[in-house]
């Protein structure tokens, strides 16, 4: 059976290979593009937004539709290998600098939870740089918790979080 997947990208570093986060994030879909047994279905546009958190560096962040035969695990897994090709060293850190942080947002199959995957992600329905994008690209798909698609949940935020490049 084959699954969608909606994951989040976000950088706010740049990359010495790959240059600033908006070209960090276009390698990053190549990359997600080359993966084997995935499908790249689609991509939004890159969006420049405030730092989260106590970080001071601006985040570029866009959202990609995957499909794949792959379970939860095994694409956070890939999904791994991928952030540590571009240098990222997972140190418990929540709010520091990367050059590359993929997050799975939402399945088909619904809910899942195991040690270090919680779907739907604990956090996007309060993140515009989350939700905004997926309006583009998914904007139909729902929330299996909620049951509002993303269009809706998007629209219960009340400010812009910044403007696509």
């Known amino acids: 059976m084959k699954h969608r997947y909606l994951v989040a990208l976000g950088s706010n570093m740049p ?32 969006l420049r937004t405030a730092p989260l958190g106590p970080s001071r560096r601006r985040y570029a962040n866009a959202v990609a ?48 939870a195991s040690p270090g995957l919680v779907i739907p992600h604990i956090s996007f329905r309060n993140r515009r740089f989350v939700l905004q994008p997926a309006c583009r690209i998914a904007g139909d798909w729902c929330d299996p918790v909620t049951g509002l698609s993303m269009r809706h949940l998007c629209a219960r935020l009340t400010r812009p979080a910044a403007n696509p490049n």
């Open 15 to 46: 990359h010495a290979h790959h240059g600033p986060p908006e070209a960090v994030l276009r390698a990053a879909f190549e990359a997600l593009a080359g993966l084997p047994r995935v499908k790249l279905k689609a991509v939004s546009a890159i």
């Open 65 to 112: 539709v995957l499909k794949t035969r792959l379970d939860p695990a095994e694409l956070l897994a890939a999904l791994r290998d991928v952030e540590a090709r571009f240098g990222r060293k997972r140190r418990g850190q929540a709010w520091g600098a990367r050059a590359l942080d993929l997050d799975i947002i939402l399945w088909s199959g619904g809910c899942h």
